[in-house]
Nanobody, 114 residues
């Protein structure tokens, strides 16, 4: 059974940084494409970034240059390093694992406010 557990969210001031982690179990992590979505209150879930099983990365325009996605295929952990955070980055961040279908974590709250 696939299990994805996010951590690292919290409250941060504008311009600050956070690193999210997503620990995966129950899957052959190396063969999955992994990534992050986010959902702000009252908004649709928005794709943020993906890292493929071949380490290719893609980012939404809204986070490009500020966020970095990476994966540790030994520890089975996905990361999202977020810098230069803005209030509009406030959302619940969900990690996903995708092969033939999506598996989701429970989400971690990120709040950017002064």
């Amino acid at each position: 059974q696939v299990q994805l557990v996010e951590s690292g969210g919290g409250l941060v001031q504008p311009g600050g940084s956070l690193r999210l982690s997503c620990a995966a179990s129950g899957i052959n992590f190396n063969v999955y494409n992994m990534g992050w979505y986010r959902q702000a209150p009252g908004e649709q879930r928005e794709w943020v970034a993906t890292v493929t099983n071949t380490q290719r990365t893609n980012y939404a325009d809204s986070v490009k240059g500020r966020f970095t996605i990476s994966r540790d295929n030994v520890k089975n952990i996905l990361y999202l390093q977020m810098s230069s955070l803005k209030p509009e980055d406030t959302a619940v961040y969900y990690c996903f694992a995708r092969k033939n279908s999506y598996a989701w974590g429970q989400g971690t709250q990120v709040t950017v406010a002064s």
